[in-house]
């Protein structure tokens, strides 16, 4: 009798080896004009940042008869000895009191508000009109309420004083930062509201042990957002306050601006010194600030 030959055994090798030899991998081409277009957004944001940083290191002579562009051969801080030796760290201070304290009050009170809305719109109607009196806020400009800014801090006051600058920047700091909890507040599951409603839990348990950890990534957001435009605010310095002793930079750049006319590196050097607590600010949270601009919108 002849023998029946086995079949031969299918090996991965041999898969391989049998398949068709004209599929290729899908490979990613570059995106050339992207890429160009990226280069070109990168050198008109950092041309006048260079041009800031070496033209605060010259001094007058090599300002004026050297290239702007090109690096002092001979770089000096005097620039900035002279700032602060015009009262630029007590600026300094009324800037960051304001600041700290506005965002503080700022983000907790939008923190509030949000729960509230977040776990009070199911129930209740007011608190759902309530989310679009705030989205109302952000179409009322600043300089359309100045003046009755202004008339409501002399009448209480509190004009010529930081609590002058404090008050309004919270206010018109709680908008955008309510939508943007409310935003990153919706993602958070309601099976985690209800475990901790059938452990007893209260609502300012669940807003400080549960809400409050998972929601740092927008809680930094807000506080980054609003400590910029907290910390480059000019209108309310410039209206609500007269004293030189309660300038902050962004009035004190202004003056170093009449004061130093023709010294163009020492304002240089002042608007370096203003920006650097702010840029570092964005460096430690630009991780977290990517992540709660991002939240609630991927729906």
Do not use: C, H
């Not at 086995?6 to 991965?12: F, N």
């Amino acid at each position: 009798m002849m023998a029946i030959a086995a079949p031969a055994r299918t090996t991965p090798t041999t898969r391989l080896a049998s398949a068709p030899r004209g599929r290729k991998r899908n490979r990613v081409l570059p995106n050339i004009p992207a890429g160009i277009t990226a280069t070109i957004w990168l050198l008109i944001a950092i041309v006048p940042i260079y041009y800031v940083v070496i033209t605060s290191l010259k001094n007058q002579t090599n300002f004026f008869s050297g290239n702007a562009l090109l690096p002092p051969a001979s770089p000096t801080l005097d620039n900035y000895a002279l700032v602060l030796q015009n009262n630029f760290l007590a600026y300094f201070a009324n800037s960051l009191i304001v600041t700290l304290v506005s965002v503080a009050f700022a983000v907790a009170f939008a923190l509030m508000a949000a729960f509230a809305i977040v776990r009070g719109s199911l129930t209740s109607r007011r608190l759902r009109l309530s989310f679009s009196v705030f989205l109302l806020g952000l179409a009322i400009p600043l300089q359309a309420v100045i003046i009755p800014i202004y008339l409501m801090i002399t009448r209480a006051g509190l004009y010529d004083s930081l609590i002058a600058l404090i008050l309004p920047s919270v206010a018109f700091s709680l908008p955008l930062s309510i939508i943007i909890l409310v935003n990153f507040l919706r993602d958070i599951p309601n099976e985690l509201y209800e475990a901790m409603r059938v452990d007893g839990a209260s609502n300012w348990k669940m807003l400080t042990t549960m809400v409050l950890p998972l929601a740092r990534p927008a809680l930094t957001t807000v506080a980054i957002y609003d400590g910029l435009n907290v910390w480059n605010g000019f209108i309310f310095p410039l209206v609500l306050t007269q004293s030189p002793d309660k300038r902050v930079l962004p009035l004190a750049l202004w003056s170093f601006q009449g004061e130093f006319t023709s010294n163009i590196p020492a304002v240089l050097a002042a608007v370096v010194l203003s920006t650097l607590p702010i840029l570092a600010l964005y460096i430690f949270g630009r991780r977290q600030l990517l992540a709660g601009l991002t939240a609630g919108f991927g729906k």
